[in-house]
């Protein structure tokens, strides 16, 4: 029995062995099948820019037609109008040729009465000489034409009558005829008043637009001629290299693609890092409750002459503990409680304050620095704490885009494959956004033009600066959100106070695609209280409202309302088409 255990026990590496040499000749297999996805992965993308190509054209070719169908649009209108001359010019002939004929009409009826007459006279002539020859009786003559005469007078009475009662009757054919016309003329004067009424009230909104532009015009140019009355000459910058810690060089590090306004948070950085330095102690805040829980201490406390690349790292550690606690506690705690926690977990109670002290110091002097400016609102309280972590996820899900997209896992795109990336990691970005992402992309580009290094774009330096296309996407998503609150406060229109259905209801006008928890969330952020005391919560100044929302993790979830109308709009006339 002992001796059938040794054995089973040595004949177990061969086992195993010979299983490693089945999964790895199972692995050589597999190898060609691995290629194979990569081409296929390679002409699915050749087949999706050739569709998009293949679409362009199509809707080129849409825009011309419709360009074609509107011009036959005003030439049919133009030839509408000319009609219509021509009818109302044809009427006034028609009524002149009924007068003509009214009248000689008349005139034919007066002859005939007249040749009547005459006829009359000729008979009676005529009778007088028949009596005259036959020498008939005068008297049975006499009686005979008083009777004609009252015959005449009778049938003139009649002619009389039907012409005052028909003079102005014109026959059936002709009555329904005109009648047709007019009901068909008459339509079409209807639909050509409409189409007036509707170009009346374009020309009345463009009238208003174009009132408002003007006023907004001269408002930018009063503006402008304050500004240029109140600005000051540009000053020569290149002086400050003379004075700057490190010469010209590092003074054109720190000037690169900076605007004016923050080349001198730059001067005052570098002033104030000098003064920092010099400083052995910050005096105290004292013990008060309007005094951050991280700075309440009393006397003298240490200054540890901390440099950026160490005030980074130490916030950096920070978050990242912060995030993994918030995690296992399954909520969010409060950031200026935690940094006091977290450096007295590491530096010890009494040296704890030493280091708040001295890391607030750092990140409220460098305002230039993303990593400790944001850090520094979120732990003074002006921005919200979901706006670092916002931030972070929407470059995490973009490099996960791009990854995605990198088959061969070179760490390098081509231009087509990175804008795709783009568009399908910011669906709700325009054109124009993602062009400026793709020019961000390039600078300090050191690949061939057709490809892009896209790791290299989410490096950052020893002291927490990005690439300037991490500070594009920040840039952008800041407009965007001061976009979007623009939109809600016009939603609101000029409301001075918000209730809680108020808000909830302007959400979803100008954002319909919202969800439920991202809107309860927004609320929440807006009335700065939970979903339990909303009955509780009465209005808020709409300034208050869109102040909180600025500070925090505020975006757009969907297409705007237009934006869809068009979409479907599109889709409907690409079916009619079709």
């Known amino acids: 029995m002992h001796l059938g255990r040794l054995s089973y026990r040595v004949g177990n590496p061969v086992v195993f062995q010979r299983g490693e040499a089945h999964l790895r000749e199972k692995i050589r297999s597999l190898e060609p099948l691995k290629a194979m996805l990569v081409s296929v992965s390679d002409e699915c993308t050749r087949q999706i820019v050739a569709l998009q190509e293949e679409e362009k054209a199509e809707i080129t070719m849409l825009k011309k037609e419709k360009l074609y169908l509107l011009k036959l649009i005003d030439k049919m209108k133009e030839e509408k109008g000319s009609l219509q001359t021509q009818v109302n010019k044809l009427r006034k002939n028609v009524a002149k040729e009924y007068m003509r004929y009214i009248n000689e009409c008349d005139a034919r009826k007066l002859l005939l009465a007249d040749l009547n007459e005459m006829r009359n006279q000729q008979l009676e002539m005529s009778l007088r000489q028949v009596q005259e020859v036959k020498g008939e009786d005068l008297v049975k003559v006499t009686l005979a034409l008083k009777i004609a005469r009252q015959d ?51 020309y009345d909104t463009l009238l208003e637009i174009h009132q408002e532009t003007v006023e907004e015009r001269d408002r930018f140019y009063n503006e402008l001629q304050q500004v240029q009355r109140s600005s000051t000459p540009r000053p020569d910058w290149a002086k400050c290299a003379e004075v700057i810690s490190g010469g010209p060089e590092r003074w054109s590090y720190l000037e690169e693609g900076k605007t004016s306004d923050q080349l001198v948070d730059v001067l005052l950085e570098e002033i104030g890092t000098g003064v920092l330095k010099e400083k052995d102690s910050f005096p105290g805040l004292g013990k008060g409750d309007k005094v951050p829980v991280y700075l309440r201490y009393e006397g003298q406390v240490k200054n540890k002459k901390l440099n950026k690349k160490d005030v980074v790292n130490i916030l950096k550690e920070i978050w990242k503990e912060k995030v993994s606690a918030d995690l296992q506690k399954g909520k969010q705690s409060s950031l200026p409680e935690f940094f006091l926690s977290y450096l007295q977990k590491k530096y010890g109670d009494s040296s704890a304050f030493e280091w708040a002290y001295t890391i607030y110091e750092n990140i409220k002097l460098y305002r230039s620095n993303e990593a400790m400016s944001l850090f520094y609102d979120i732990l003074s309280g002006k921005v919200d704490e979901g706006l670092y972590h916002g931030q972070n996820q929407l470059i995490a899900n973009l490099l996960k885009e791009l990854m995605a997209s990198d088959s061969s896992n070179s760490g390098t795109l081509l231009t087509e494959q990175f804008s795709l990336a783009l568009r399908a990691a910011f669906p709700l970005k325009s054109s124009d956004q993602i062009q400026e992402l793709i020019d961000a992309s390039r600078y300090r580009a050191e690949s061939p033009e057709d490809l892009i290094d896209y790791r290299s774009l989410f490096m950052e330096d020893e002291e927490g600066n990005t690439e300037p296309f991490i500070a594009k996407i920040r840039s952008q998503y800041a407009s965007e959100k001061q976009e979007y609150l623009r939109e809600l406060r016009n939603e609101l229109g000029h409301a001075l106070e918000v209730e809680v259905d108020g808000l909830k209801t302007a959400f979803c006008a100008i954002d319909p695609a919202i969800d439920d928890l991202t809107l309860d969330a927004y609320v929440c952020l807006a009335f700065q209280a939970s979903k339990e005391q909303w009955d509780q919560t009465g209005s808020l100044p709409v300034d208050t409202v869109v102040e909180r929302l600025l500070a925090g993790d505020t975006k757009r979830i969907g297409a705007r309302p237009e934006e869809i109308y068009t979409s479907l709009s599109e889709r409907g006339e690409a079916g009619a088409y079709a």
């Open 152 to 202: 005449l007078t009778k049938a003139q009475v009649e002619l009389n009558t039907m012409k005052a009662d028909y003079g102005d009757v014109v026959p059936r054919r002709d009555f329904e005829s005109q009648e047709k016309k007019y009901s068909d003329l008459f339509e079409k004067m209807e639909v050509l008043q409409k189409d007036f009424d509707d170009l009346q009230k374009e």
